[in-house]
């Protein structure tokens, strides 16, 4: 078998990409520090030579984004510098792939296209990954968010205050929402303000039902009115909202359909009526 100076390559590009690969995990698997952690080790010791690779590859304003994102899908332990790191894992992975593929198929430009496609799709895996992750948390705040709502106002109205009848209400909810609520009602006990805690809490959720009842609580506290009939209210339309979503996506069904409908139903269908007629017309005539 003749060996192309493009086979002749691959060997060695899969090693380096497979070292490059496990040293990029193992900076990513590295424990979280805090900024203060950070300050404190940059004072009483050398500059680490990684973390300064790490923030030149993450800009300011893209690590916040990241940030962000990460912090909707409450992922409060993986830095953005460590998300990235996990994007190039992927894609040298991909990468290894596709070589290997590529290898298979003795190179040429087929084998440049299955290397490429392949370390593209990988690089985008954590980021799918992180998409999927905000989705499912954001329907599980909505989905937890009107029965939270209901206990408050109710708790509200029997006469609790409410830092009580938050952590009452937040006793009785699950899920991502209730781990919110007891980050948000720790903050409080910490000495910061109820409103500025409230407001974070919007800040890292980024939900616009969350948003609103925040908003609905701080203003109602500034202007002094009915918390727990502004609560009902508010719990009546986060439901209603719930409801429209819900018949939207029902609409939206058959609209859906016609795909597995034309890939599936629809051979299938005329297998069924077509093929009897077909099998009489090849028959053989003797």
């Known amino acids: 078998m003749t060996h192309t100076p493009f086979t002749q390559f691959v060997p060695y590009a899969i090693v380096a990409m497979g070292v490059g690969a496990v040293f990029l995990l193992t900076t990513a698997a590295m424990p979280h520090r805090t900024a203060l952690t950070r300050r404190i080790e940059k004072l009483d010791a050398p500059s680490d030579r990684r973390e300064l690779i790490i923030q030149q590859i993450v800009n300011s304003k893209a690590s916040s ?3 962000q994102r990460l912090a909707e ?3 409060y332990g993986v830095t953005p510098a460590a998300m990235k790191i996990r994007g190039f894992v992927a894609m040298g992975v991909g990468a290894v792939l596709g070589l290997i593929l590529a290898m298979l198929v003795h190179g040429g430009i087929l084998g440049l296209i299955l290397g490429g496609f392949f370390t593209l799709v990988a690089w985008r895996f954590p980021a799918i ?3 999927r992750a905000i ?3 954001k329907e599980e705040l909505g989905r937890e968010l009107p029965d939270f709502l209901d206990l408050l106002s ?3 109205q029997a006469g609790l205050a409410l830092n009580a009848a938050m952590l009452q209400a937040a006793d009785a909810t699950f899920g991502a929402l209730r781990e919110e609520l007891y980050a948000t009602l720790t903050e409080v006990k910490l000495g910061r303000s109820r409103s500025e805690a409230l407001t974070a809490l919007a800040d890292r959720v980024n939900e616009p039902a969350v948003r609103t009842m925040v908003t609905a609580i701080v203003q109602a506290e500034k202007l002094g009115s009915n918390l727990g009939g502004a609560l009902q209210e508010l719990a009546k339309d986060t439901r209603d909202r719930r409801w429209i979503l819900a018949e ?3 609409a939206k069904l058959p609209v859906t359909m016609i795909i597995p409908m034309a890939l599936f139903m629809l051979p299938s ?3 069924m009526i077509f093929g009897p007629v077909a099998a009489l017309l090849l ?3 003797t």
């Open 129 to 131: 990954g992180l998409s």
């Open 65 to 67: 984004t990241l940030a």
């Open 73 to 75: 899908a409450g992922w």
């Open 154 to 156: 109710t708790t509200v």
């Open 269 to 271: 269908l005329y297998l």
């Open 248 to 250: 939207e996506r029902a």
């Open 283 to 285: 028959r053989p005539h």
């Open 135 to 137: 989705k499912l948390r």
